[in-house]
């Protein structure tokens, strides 16, 4: 169950980090870093996103293709199962992590909310251009990417 629950997590994270990298290609290109570097703006710019939490980041003006994309109610409904995980998931649940049939129904509870992340994940990703089904299906890279 733990490691369910971190796998749910890292679902969260990755919805996250891609509205995160969208807001920031949305500033890039709205104060032309790209042509007018700035690096220093950039690395601001980057600091303002890095600080916002999901439902900041789901707030943000840059992220407006959310909305012309009727994606409103998926990306909510992730915000409140992401918030429900980090916040209160075990309060909910408390004492059933004592017993398998416990066990299993927190496991049936995370294995929804991953479902819920995943596919906000996955329409952040289309949004961007990347189909990470098709990607899926190849072989996954290994090993660390500095970034």
Do not use: W
């Amino acid at each position: 169950m733990y490691a369910k629950f971190g796998e749910v997590a890292e679902a969260a994270q990755l919805l996250e980090t891609q509205l995160g990298n969208m807001l920031f290609l949305h500033g890039v290109k709205e104060e032309d870093l790209i042509a007018n570097q700035r690096p220093e703006r950039a690395a601001a710019l980057l600091r303002e996103i890095n600080r916002k939490t999901l439902g900041a980041l789901l707030s943000s003006p840059g992220l407006a293709t959310l909305t012309a994309a009727g994606l409103e109610d998926l990306f909510a409904e992730a915000l409140k199962e992401r918030n429900r995980l980090n916040h209160g998931f075990y309060r909910e649940h408390n004492l059933r992590r004592n017993s398998a049939d416990g066990c299993t129904k927190m496991l049936y509870d995370l294995e929804r909310i991953h479902d819920v992340l995943l596919k906000a994940y996955e329409a952040a990703m289309l949004l961007s251009g990347t189909d990470i089904l098709k990607l899926a299906s190849g072989q996954a890279p290994a090993g660390h990417l500095p970034i």
